[in-house]
């Protein structure tokens, strides 16, 4: 592709981007549902104050003129209806009082309908009418589909007991080479540009089709709680869908690559996955911090042969390294051999074949084992050989010496 059609086709990306954001600017804008709902809220509050200050006037000035008065074990009891009421409507003040923690989210339900959310601290929630629901605003952490010691990983047995889960097991696909590798494009939803996978090395062990424990996790927080209690409704529901959306994402995209590329691609796919649960959870009411791909978990037995073949590579380097010392050390040896018996020729004027006798017989000496010479072989003759040659130059060297005068 010309560097001018690719510089038009970005033109015109950027182009539609800033004709949508006009549009958006055009059209008429939707009422918050956070302002629609603190509205109906102040509205029910105000109707409860009317109430309160309805009762209060009616026990001052109606009910406060009515009393009665009972015996009761000879003792003249006396009450006043408006005290009375009165003192029942400041207990009922008190116990429709709900406290907020500083790590909880509040909602108030007027008959089962969401009308506001509350902060933290003493909320005024009258009993029988309104409900307080409360959940936290920490961030969740959440591992897919439930933490390590709640997951089953028995393959050879297919119930699963009460209170664990089944691992996210996720089929792989078949080998492919680079040029294959650059048609697989991922998009998130967060760029226009498409990521190049990391091609690992040819010979990677993990480069084949297997079937593998891929283990998500993803934090999130609740951002408002009122389209949460009415869009999904619980956090057991949203990790729930979420775990869905995660094992459809991961399916799809782990079809077409082997381990080896997923694991030397993990950073990409993670940038992946939350882009595919950012698009689930929009109207959910709640904000995803993160979502990434913990680790993926091979079965045992491919973890040792996997952890054989670096073992075995140091083995034969090992085995390579001490055979070249060795033969290193045999040359020196047959070296420094080889400079005595040429210096042993020159010095004792013998020939070749008898200096070589000479260490044969070296060499049976030094073997202790070495009891019996058999006549008529090799060693024994270059023994007698050296033997002859090392007496003949001792005899000529006594010839060569001179005679010392005889004394009278």
Known sequence: MSESLKKLMLKSINVGKKT???????????KQPKA??????????????????????????WLSNYSASETFLQTELKWNWGLATFLAQILYTLISLRIVGPT???????????????????????LGIIQLRKETRLTIQDELPADPQ???????????????????????????????????????????TY??????PKDDPLNIRITAEVVPVIRWRIDDYIQFLTTIGSREEARKQMEDCAISSLTREFAKITPAVALANLGTYSACLE?????????????????????????????????????????????????????????????GRTAGLKKMMEGLNIVGAAALGAETARAITENKSQKT???GSAGFSDLVGVASAVGESLKNREEDKPKEPKKK
């Open 150 to 192: 709640h997951i089953f990983r028995k393959e050879d047995i297919e119930i699963v007991p009460p209170g664990l889960f089944p691992p996210i097991r996720i089929p792989f696909g078949f080998p492919k080479n680079a040029k294959e590798l650059k048609k697989i494009n991922l998009e998130t939803s967060c760029s226009e």
């Open 195 to 200: 990521h190049k996978l990391d091609v690992p």
């Open 20 to 30: 949508d954001e006009k549009l958006k600017e055009l059209l008429p804008k939707r």
């Open 373 to 375: 010479i058999i006549a």
């Open 275 to 335: 882009s595919e649960i950012n698009k689930r959870i929009e109207s959910w009411g709640i904000k995803m911090e993160s979502s990434q791909i913990k680790t993926i978990n091979f079965h045992r037995n491919l973890n040792t042969a996997i952890g054989a073949v670096p073992q075995a590579k140091l083995e034969k380097e090992r085995d390579r390294l001490a055979g070249e010392g060795l033969g290193a050390k045999e040359k020196g040896i047959l070296d």
């Open 104 to 126: 909880e989210l509040g909602a108030l339900l007027f008959f089962g309908k969401p009308i506001c959310e509350v902060s933290s601290g003493l909320i005024f929630a009258p």
């Open 36 to 61: 629609e709902s603190k509205k109906g809220a102040g509205l029910i509050f105000r109707l409860i104050a009317i109430t309160y200050v309805i009762l209060f006037v009616a026990e001052y000035l």
